[in-house]
């Protein structure tokens, strides 16, 4: 079982729905990012969240630490949204230090 | 601009050679990164630097080396010795070790033919 998981694997959208990708993790952490891979490989980080919640215009990233889950929710999808969603977690003390392990990504397709 | 720049985009190597993945930073970060990425698997950490001419091996550092000699350059040879190049090459770089927010290149894909 890897550490991190995200669920769904893939996911297809009409324009204008509410989104949500979740990522369930099993070590204990001191950060959770949000990733987004557009389709030629660039990687852009959204969120880091230790705690709670933040929103970004229309994306919004939770976190529960007790569960270890943290989602990522798009409000209001658009076709440019389409991209590979990853989460990855930074290890807290007593893990492998500062080093981020990765989900394996979600596959948004949001169709017009 | 400020950035990471990686190149080529594209690289075909034949079996049996080395290559070098070119990784260039101006943030004036001091951590650099190179991950690996696969097909249905998340990132891999093949190197890290967490300053310059220091480095530390990641989880699948065989068959690769790197070197920091410079702050904004860690170049990445791909070996003969790894077993499995074909791969998509990501580098990164950070305010410090551990710390904040991670800044990704665009990329190198590498075909061994």
């Known amino acids: 079982k890897n550490e991190v998981e995200q669920s769904p694997q893939n996911l297809t959208a009409q324009e204008g729905e509410f989104i949500t990708i979740n990522c369930s993790y099993s070590?204990?952490?001191?950060?959770l990012h949000w990733l987004q891979q557009h389709p030629g490989g660039g990687i852009v980080s959204l969120f880091m969240?230790?705690?709670g919640k933040k929103k970004h215009g229309r994306l919004i990233a939770t976190i529960n630490i007790q569960e270890k889950h943290s989602s990522l929710h798009i409000t209001a999808s658009h076709p440019r949204d389409s991209a590979v969603y990853i989460c990855a977690v930074k290890g807290g003390k007593e893990t492998s230090g500062s080093r981020l392990t990765f989900g394996e990504g979600t596959q948004l397709t949001v169709n017009p | 601009d400020g950035g990471i720049t990686q190149s080529p985009k594209y690289l075909f190597r034949k079996e049996g050679q080395n290559v070098t993945l070119s990784c260039e930073q101006n943030?004036?970060?001091?951590?650099m990164y190179w991950y690996r990425q696969d097909p249905g698997q998340g990132l891999r950490l093949i190197y890290y630097s967490q300053i310059v001419n220091d480095f530390q091996k990641g989880d699948i550092a065989e068959g690769y080396s790197v070197s920091r000699e410079k702050k904004e350059s860690f170049p990445l040879t791909v070996t003969s010795a790894q077993k499995n190049p074909t791969a998509f090459y990501l580098c990164?770089?950070?305010?410090?070790?551990?710390?904040?927010?991670?800044?990704f290149g665009p990329g190198t894909r590498l075909t061994v033919l």
């Open positions: 990164a770089s950070s305010m410090g070790w551990g710390t904040d927010t991670q800044y």
């Open positions: 969240l230790s705690s």
């Open positions: 943030l004036n970060h001091d951590a």
């Open positions: 070590v204990g952490i001191s950060a």
